[in-house]
Structures are given as structure tokens and as C-alpha cells.
């Protein structure tokens, strides 16, 4: 059964710092989505990433993949106020032969950007 | 842009109903999904469909049924909601093949009493 983890959950930090949200995951896999839900909203997609190796950046947001180690960084650089929202990863467990080919979620990091 | 719909916002319902909710999306996407999301939880597949009149279950069907008539509609049913089934929705699609981004809808948000 794929297992996706974040961490943090929750982060509160302050404008102008930097941060990064984890995401491991239990099976091989080489596709890895990020996206962001603000509060009462769908969640919109940020990030693919397709391969070992793959970084993406969008703004103050970079986002990267290390299969090898199951592992994916969303990396936030002098945050601002306007990317306060809940910050999901999500798999696919394609390449391990799961049964579904829906998305495997992490639970989300809540992340609040003070002023 | 891909724009994938939800029937209601907020639905509220009583144990035992019988519930349809509706996800219509305008891309022409082959593959669509339902998910329910709860607090401290994340996202979780219910069901998802590839085509037409086509279903499979995801982690956690028990209590759904879905129905697929045209590409474009998929239909999340609660045949006798509880009050466990409380929870936001999301329908979302994405185009053919495994592994393509899913574009998801606004959520329905349901309370079951």
C-alpha cells in the first residue's frame, strides 16, 4: 500500500523567511504532483514532476525529486502573505502496480505567512 | 482552461437519503475521479472512471456507488447516507492515459444529519 507522509502539517513563519515542506513516500514511483488549496477552494495544480532529479520553480516556490530516496522538497523562498494556503503532495503508484490509478495524497501542510 | 463542476457547494442531507452528486468537466478528459477530504485525513479516492459506462473502486468505495452515462458527467451516489459520510467532495479529470494531471472542481461539501 503506497503511504505518502508530509512534514510539516502546520507551519506558521514569518514574511521574507525561507522553508521547506517534505514529502516521502513509500513505493517507487517517478511522478509526483504538488498542489495548493486556499481556504474554501479546489486545489489547483503547482507542480509535476516527472523524473529522478526534477526541479521546477514558479516564482518563490521550487519544488523537487529524488526518486532514489522517495523523497520531494517544496522549497519557499522570502515567503509572502499571498501563499498562506494547505500545500499537498500527491503520487502515483504507477510503477509499483497498484490497483488504483487514482492519486495517493500526504495530508497536507497548513502554512500561515505572518506579516 | 480546464474546468471541471460541481452540482452544489453545500448539500445538506438526512440518514438513510439517497444522494447523487454531479461532476461535469468541458476538456473532453477520458479519465475522472471522486475523492472525498477530511480534516487531518487528506484526499482519498473513492472511485474513478476511464471511460464511458466504465468504473473502478478506489481505497475506500464501501457506501458509494458511481455512475459514468456520458464522457462528461460522472455522478458520485450515496444509495443511504450516514453521518461518516459527512465530508467535502472533490471531483476532478485529466486526459487519457495513467499519470496525467488531474484537474480538480470546487468541492461539494456535504452534511449529513
Known amino acids: 500500500e503506497l503511504k505518502v507522509e508530509q512534514n510539516p502539517l502546520f507551519l506558521s513563519m514569518q514574511e521574507e523567511k525561507n522553508y521547506t515542506i517534505y514529502c516521502n513516500y513509500s513505493t517507487t514511483s517517478d511522478r509526483l504532483y504538488w498542489y495548493r488549496q486556499d481556504p474554501g477552494k479546489s486545489l489547483e495544480s503547482l507542480f509535476v514532476l516527472l523524473s529522478n532529479g526534477a526541479v521546477k520553480q514558479e516564482g518563490r516556490l521550487m519544488a523537487s525529486l529524488d526518486t532514489k530516496a522517495r523523497l520531494s522538497t517544496l522549497h519557499i523562498t522570502a515567503a509572502v502573505h499571498d501563499l498562506s494556503a494547505t500545500y499537498f503532495c500527491a503520487v502515483d503508484d504507477f510503477a509499483s502496480g497498484g490497483g488504483a490509478d487514482g492519486l495517493t495524497f500526504g495530508k497536507g501542510t497548513h502554512l500561515i505567512i505572518q506579516p | 482552461d480546464v474546468k471541471v463542476t460541481q452540482s452544489s457547494r453545500y448539500l445538506v442531507k438526512r440518514t438513510g437519503e439517497k444522494v447523487f452528486l454531479e461532476c461535469v468537466q468541458d476538456m473532453d478528459h477520458e479519465n475522472m475521479f471522486w475523492y472525498r477530504q477530511d480534516p487531518g485525513l487528506g484526499l482519498r479516492l473513492i472511485y474513478f472512471s476511464y471511460d464511458v459506462k466504465m468504473k473502478e473502486k478506489g481505497d475506500i468505495p464501501e457506501g458509494y456507488s458511481v455512475s459514468r452515462e456520458k464522457k462528461e458527467r460522472f455522478s458520485l451516489i450515496l444509495e443511504s447516507a450516514s453521518t461518516n459520510q459527512t465530508s467535502m467532495y472533490l471531483c476532478?479529470?485529466?486526459?487519457?492515459?495513467?499519470?496525467?494531471?488531474?484537474?480538480f472542481g470546487p468541492g461539494t461539501r456535504l452534511l449529513v444529519l
Open positions: 476532478a479529470s485529466s486526459s487519457a492515459g495513467t499519470r496525467q494531471t488531474q484537474y
